[in-house]
T-cell receptor
């Protein structure tokens, strides 16, 4: 398994500002993922982040809006840029445990944009 | 048609009941099947992980996969109020790192 922490756990931000969410894993992992989960909805993948390469974004998500860093095998950040109320959501970091197909999630960051 | 369909519920049962949670999927390439439990204001927690068809049991939980009908189930025996959560099914093919998730079913176990 993998233990994942995220900071901040929640935040309330003003429209037009940016927020950077940090994800820390207790072991080295190759694959890290960022998801968004809106109330009553399932998980939507934003991007996949591998260490040493550019993140791969899913349809509907772009790097200018959601820049991602992956400086090493245990850490990643997701920035939500130029926020609008539509960005209010839970943002989840996830990893695929090394040597396993099992995927684990962090506790999430609850973002409210006013 | 969504790739993974899951009734959002809520499903309300009395304590001690046997709970059956279900998903259907459309992609025959899916080989890995997962169930996650998500408590309110928490991240999803991996509950069960199975490969291909068959049953897998872990304590009060049994995961069942029927690839012929593209149907996956999670059974919870002797349900407890602490089982109240949203349960998400997920599947993926062997060539993909990325699972496809259902919407989740909200389960309420009342004392």
């Amino acid at each position: 398994s993998a233990v994942i922490s995220q900071k901040p756990s929640r935040d309330i931000c003003q429209r037009g500002t940016s927020l950077t969410i940090q994800c820390q894993v207790d072991s080295q992992v190759t694959m890290m993922f960022w998801y968004r989960q809106q109330p009553g909805q399932s998980l939507t993948l934003i991007a996949t982040a591998n260490q040493g390469s550019e993140a791969t974004y899913e349809s509907g998500f772009v790097i200018d809006k959601f820049p991602i860093s992956r400086p090493n095998l245990t850490f990643s950040t997701l920035t939500v840029s130029n926020m609008s109320p539509e960005d209010s959501s839970i943002y989840l970091c996830s990893v695929e445990a090394s040597g396993s197909y099992e995927q684990y999630f962090g506790p999430g960051t609850r973002l409210t944009v006013t | 048609q969504k790739e993974v369909e899951q009734d959002p519920g809520p499903l309300s049962v009395p304590e001690g009941a046997i709970v059956s949670l279900n998903c259907t999927y459309s992609n025959s390439a899916f080989q890995y099947f997962m169930w996650y439990r998500q408590y309110s204001r928490k991240g999803p927690e991996l509950l069960m992980y199975t490969y291909s068809s068959g049953n897998k049991e872990d304590g009060r939980f049994t995961a069942q996969v029927d690839k012929s009908s593209k149907y996956i189930s999670l059974f919870i025996r002797d349900s407890q109020p602490s089982d109240s959560a949203t349960y998400l099914c997920a599947t993926k093919s062997g060539g993909s790192y990325i699972p496809t998730f259902g919407r989740g079913t909200s389960l309420i176990v009342h004392p």
